[in-house]
C-alpha cells in the first residue's frame, strides 16, 4: 500500500554533494505535487500526488529531491509550518493564481471552518477584501473562530437562500471570488456578481446542485488543484510579510497516535488543522 498523508515539514538532515536549494538544517516543507514547479498543472504533474500516487510522509524520515522542498516563513514551527503544502497553497491558488487576483475592496466568500477555508480568509483580509463566510453553526465556536480570523460576515449555510443573502450583504452587487466547496453550487452561482470567480475545491458535490448548475454563470468558474512550487514560495513571502498563523485543531496527535488523528481529522468535529 501506499504510505498516507501529504504535509509535512522538519529539518534537512543530509544534503547530496550537488544540492544547491537547501542545506543541512533548513527549515523546509514538500511541495504537494512532486513535478509541478511552476506553469499549468499536467497530467505527469497531477500524477506526482504525495500520498496518493506516490508514498506520503507519515513517517520520521522522507528522502526528497531538492526540486521537492521549499523553505517555510521563519516565525511558524514546524507544527505551523506542517499544516502548509495542501490547504494554504490551495487558497492562494484560488485567490490570487487565475485571470486576476483579489485586490482592496473585493468581496470573498468562503464555505465552512476547514483549513482551506481559515486560510482563505486570512489572504483575502491581507490583500485589503471583505470576507463573507459560512457556516453550519451560528453562535458557537466556529462562528467565533471564524469571525477571529477575519471574516466580516457569518451566514448559515443551513438557510436555503444564503446565497441571496450573501448578496443582500454586497447591496445587490454579489461577491466577486466565491470558493465552493460544499456543494452548494445554486447559491454560489446566486452569490456571485456578474464577472466574479468561483473557484470550485475538490469535488463540492452536495445537495445543493452540481457544477453543472452554474453552466449560465456570468462569470468564470475554475478548479483549484493546490498549486505549484511557484505558488507556494510566493504564498510563503506574503505569509511571512504579514505574519500570518495557521489554525492548528485543540488536540495534540503524536506518531504513535496517527490512526487515531486520522479518525478525528474524519470526524467532522475538527477546528483547524489536525497534526500529527
Known sequence: GVIPTSDCAGSVLAVGEAVSRVRLGSRVAATFHRKWLKGELTSIAEASQIGAHSDGVLRQYVVFSEEELVIV?????FIEASTLP????????SLFCGRRSVKPGDVVLTQGSGGVS?????FAKAAGATVI??????????ENLLRQVGANIVLSYRDSDWGEQA?????????DFLLEMSGAAAQSAAALRVGGDIIVIGGSEGSGGSIFDMRFVLGEVRRAAVGSREH????????SACHLQPVIDKTDWSFEQAREALQHAKSGKIVGKVVI
Not at 73 to 77: A, G, I, M, T, V
Not at 86 to 93: D, E, G, L, P
Not at 167 to 175: M, Q, S
Open 167 to 175: 448578496k443582500a450583504a454586497t447591496d445587490g452587487r454579489g461577491v
Open 232 to 239: 507556494f514560495e510566493c504564498m510563503n513571502r506574503a505569509i
Open 73 to 77: 516563513p521563519s516565525h511558524l514551527n
Open 133 to 142: 463566510a459560512t457556516t453550519g453553526e451560528l453562535h458557537s465556536e466556529r
Open 118 to 122: 481559515l486560510f482563505a480568509i486570512q
Open 86 to 93: 495542501c490547504a494554504a497553497v490551495t487558497a492562494w491558488n
